[in-house]
């Protein structure tokens, strides 16, 4: 079955620190990969996606994700954090073309973010 | 952009009711919408996928007719928690993808549903 993995369940940086939040997923074909950011109160909002081309994926609010498909990894960076990106952080994987939208996610990743 | 609308936002209601929740696409056609339940620090789980027109297909382990979900028009699906329980309490989510699968996905706000 497919299933996706996020390595780290609440991570806490002070602000201008650099982030890394790790997403692992199980499904050998071709998929379809996301993150996206739920900020507190509201809803489900896309950072990023990648469905092919170049692995590196730039996002909304200096996000970035590299797909490594000999890894089946897909982790999101940011060179420098605010105190605005407190959220909730989902990675999320479509991997059934036919479906498309039917969407497995990671168990998400706490972000906060000290001033 | 795409928006999503959810209503209610929030809902308490008796335990043994039922309660309806409502996903609207504003701007696009919907032929498929979806609906997640995600629990207190926890993930999004899909429990099904809902077809304009046709019969909603629900993941594993979810009761269909304890989660009625009707898709009657490109731009409405509902979902009704039949009999609801304590246990039924969680925040429910849709999401919709325009009718030419292009764009990600579209979230609503959520509903909270809280049974007492």
């Known amino acids: 079955a497919q299933s996706v993995s996020q390595h780290n369940h609440h991570v806490i940086l002070s602000e201008a620190a650099s982030l890394e939040l790790g997403c692992n997923y199980s499904?050998?074909?071709?998929?379809?990969l996301f993150w996206y950011v739920q900020y507190p109160g509201q809803h489900l909002q896309l950072l990023l996606k990648y469905f092919s081309g170049d692995p590196l994926v730039k996002g909304i609010k200096g996000f970035e994700a590299e797909f490594i498909k000999s890894k089946f990894s897909f982790n999101l960076r940011k060179p420098s954090v605010q105190w605005s990106d407190t959220a909730e952080y989902f990675c999320a994987v479509n991997a059934d073309r036919n479906q498309g939208g039917k969407l497995i996610f990671g168990q998400g990743t706490e972000l906060s973010v000290k001033p | 952009g795409a928006v999503v609308s959810q209503h209610p936002s929030r809902v308490i209601c008796k335990s043994g009711t039922s309660v309806k929740i409502e996903c609207r696409s504003l701007d696009f056609q919907a032929t498929t919408m979806f609906w997640y339940r995600q629990f207190p620090k926890q993930s999004l789980m899909l429990m099904a996928t809902s077809n304009e027109g046709s019969k909603a297909t629900y993941e594993q382990g979810v009761e269909k007719d304890k989660f009625l979900i009707n898709h009657a028009s490109l731009t409405l699906s509902t979902l009704t928690v039949t009999s609801a329980h304590p246990e039924d309490s969680s925040f429910y989510i849709c999401?919709?993808?325009?009718?030419?699968?292009?764009?990600?996905?579209?979230f609503g706000n959520g509903t909270r549903l809280t049974v007492t």
């Open positions: 999401s919709a993808r325009d009718m030419t699968g292009a764009s990600p996905l579209h």
């Open positions: 499904y050998g074909g071709t998929v379809n």
